[in-house]
């Protein structure tokens, strides 16, 4: 292998790492846990920005098993919640002492993840353990990643493609032209 080739492919695989680093960074989870208190009366929510195909997953328990609703909201619906209007939801678990969520995300959005208390429970105190996780799709991890893979074949083509030329052959050696002052002429 000529020293060219091996540069070409050197350069390649070091291509190839970065793709490979996109495509196993192209997904991130972000874990939290939260615990609060439903006053009487009153609801608790989280608000988290989300893109389509992000995953909201997680776990929650009233403490004293007592009954609790969860829903998950878009920002229009929880503005209408806001303004007394009708009550609606993308995602709901009502009357659960505990529960688990997993819910997709189709469009971006503000979504918020809202507690309310469980039937006949309006005026007592609840307390909510609530973990859950954000799985989130970083699209130019991906285009990068895939824009690095067809460098990387790029090089690999290239560098196979030159190991198997030929080597040029030398030229003829130079034959002087007559009237050159190297040459002697015998008149």
């Excluded at 009954?67 to 998950?72: A, G, K, P, T």
């Excluded at 806001?82 to 969520?101: I, K």
């Excluded at 954000?134 to 991890?141: G, L, S």
């Amino acid at each position: 292998m000529n020293p060219r080739t091996g540069r070409i492919l050197v350069s390649a695989f070091f291509i190839l790492a970065f793709s490979i680093f996109n495509f196993a960074t192209y997904m991130s989870t972000t874990s939290l846990q939260s615990t609060f208190a439903l006053q009487p009366g009153l609801a608790y929510y989280l608000s988290t920005t989300r893109n389509p195909s992000d995953m909201i997953s997680g776990q929650f328990q009233e403490n004293t098993s007592m009954l609790v609703s969860f829903y998950i909201l878009t920002s229009a619906q929880f503005a209408a919640h806001q303004a007394n209007a009708s009550f609606s939801d993308v995602y709901a678990l009502t009357n659960v002492a505990s529960g688990t969520v997993s819910f997709t995300v189709t469009t971006q959005d503000t979504y918020y993840l809202f507690f309310d208390h469980g039937s006949g429970l309006r005026n007592v105190a609840e307390i909510v353990n609530f973990q859950r996780s954000y799985t989130t799709h970083d699209n130019n991890r991906l285009l990068l990643g895939t824009l690095f893979l067809g460098l990387a074949l790029a090089d690999f083509y290239y560098a196979f493609r030159s190991s198997k030329r030929e080597p040029l052959a030398r030229p003829p050696p130079s034959i002087p032209w007559p009237g050159d002052s190297a040459t002697t002429d015998s008149r």
